[in-house]
């Protein structure tokens, strides 16, 4: 419960489209070429900044953004592979790294790892969905709640009269 409710970060990641698009020329002498991008979501969704936030890569492409800018450096790994650091993120924040590469490297050789001083971040799966009015979901919730409110009257009725009183 302690884990639950304690204020702390809560690092959430996940990728929000990877692509490829064949580059072509306007010259017929020169050939087209192929590049690969794709998208790592970084949020803050805890009550606390997340201190030194490390996204690890085995390999990190040379075109990379920071989508809003933050201040970062990177760090280079022994045997091979690299780090990008960032050193606050404060609490609600979310960041987007965008990467630019060439085959063959292909998305799932870029990242490995999101973490900060609290431990790892977690990795959630992500879909599209249609965005529904706020006044839809408050009426929603109000026929929901009258709905649980009748079945349980509903109920202690039906006990009341099992019960003769």
Do not use: C
Not at 16 to 39: L, Y
């Amino acid at each position: 419960m302690n884990r639950w409710f304690e204020s702390r970060p809560k690092l959430r990641v996940w990728y929000s489209h990877i692509a490829e698009f064949d580059i072509k020329s306007n010259q017929s002498t020169v050939a087209s070429s192929r590049v690969h991008t794709h998208a790592v979501n970084i949020r803050n969704v805890g009550n606390k900044p997340a201190k030194n936030v490390n996204i690890t890569h085995q390999h990190l492409p040379d075109s990379f953004r920071i989508i809003p800018p933050v201040p970062h450096s990177i760090e280079d790994l022994p045997g091979g592979g690299r780090n990008i650091i960032i050193p606050n993120l404060v609490p609600k924040k979310e960041i987007i790294i965008t990467y630019l590469y060439q085959p063959p490297i292909t998305w799932n050789q870029i990242n490995t790892s999101v973490e900060d001083e609290e431990g790892f971040a977690k990795v959630v799966p992500v879909t599209t969905m249609q965005v529904i009015h706020p006044w839809l979901r408050r009426a929603s919730v109000i026929f929901i709640f009258i709905g649980v409110v009748t079945v349980i009257y509903q109920v202690v009725q039906m006990i009341k009269l099992s019960a003769g009183v």
